[in-house]
């Protein structure tokens, strides 16, 4: 097999971070029925995670907030200062504003609430490992502030009918080609409308369009476009 194929074959390799045993068991289980993870090691305090991701290396960190060690915040910025290239994924049940600010400034890669399905933090893993963002909906309303309203600048991005139609389903998680089936356009002009969206919003992916919509809160009169 050619080098370039034995790379993307590799599994995904992540270090757990939780000091709930049975919780650390059954994610653990559950995460190598996927043939493209692999755990590599479990930490149950913030001093295990800052030697283990020293001594294994891995590519992800499924981390938990509430722990023995380091405050979170301050774990985060220890991390990124000693592995540049970790991704850093938080798994945990708290999302107040200040926590996840916080946790965004210091450079984590993704935030999911333990309320989502295992589907659903697979997908998170993948995107985070692909270089985007991934936040759950209800961690990102909370970070919906005033800093925010005032990074708009002269005023919120105006979208067409077809847009924010286009924006809805996007938010509601169908891809290119169901959206095009709901709305009975072509692949290609779904395509088209994301891209006309995501240089709007300043963004290059869906997942951070998405991310961008929640942080500007936008209701539809503020996205209307008087064209039509």
């Known amino acids: 097999m050619p080098e370039g194929d034995q790379a993307v074959q590799r599994p995904i390799r992540i270090l757990l971070a939780d000091d709930h045993l049975l919780f650390l068991d059954c994610l653990h289980l559950t995460l190598e029925l996927n043939e493209r993870m692999l755990v590599m090691e479990r930490a ?28 979170p915040a301050e774990l985060v910025t220890r991390l990124r200062a000693q592995e540049a290239d970790l991704k850093i994924l938080v798994l945990t ?97 779904v395509s088209y409308h994301l891209r006309n969206i995501y240089d709007k919003l300043g963004v290059e992916t869906p997942r951070e369009a998405i991310v961008r919509l929640v942080q500007l809160d936008l209701d539809d009169n503020q996205m209307m476009n008087d064209e039509r």
């Not at 938990?64 to 380091?70: N, S």
């Not at 997908?123 to 309203?149: D, K, N, Y």
Request: hydrophobic share 40%; charged share 20%; proline share 7%.
């Open 44 to 71: 149950t305090t913030g001093h295990e995670v800052l030697h283990l991701c020293e001594r294994c290396k891995p590519d992800i960190l499924l981390l938990d907030l509430v722990m023995p060690g380091p405050p």
């Open 93 to 189: 049940a708290h999302y107040d504003n200040d926590r996840v600010q916080a946790l965004i400034s210091a450079g984590v890669n993704g935030y999911i609430l333990k309320e989502e399905s295992l589907l659903t933090l697979h997908e998170a893993i993948i995107a985070v490992m692909e270089g985007e963002p991934w936040f759950s909906q209800r961690a990102l309303h909370t970070v919906v502030t005033a800093q925010q309203a005032s990074s708009r600048g002269p005023g919120p991005p105006l979208f067409t009918d077809r847009e924010r139609q286009v924006i809805q389903l996007l938010q509601g998680g169908l891809t290119n080609n169901h959206i095009a089936e709901k709305l009975a356009i072509s692949p290609r002009t």
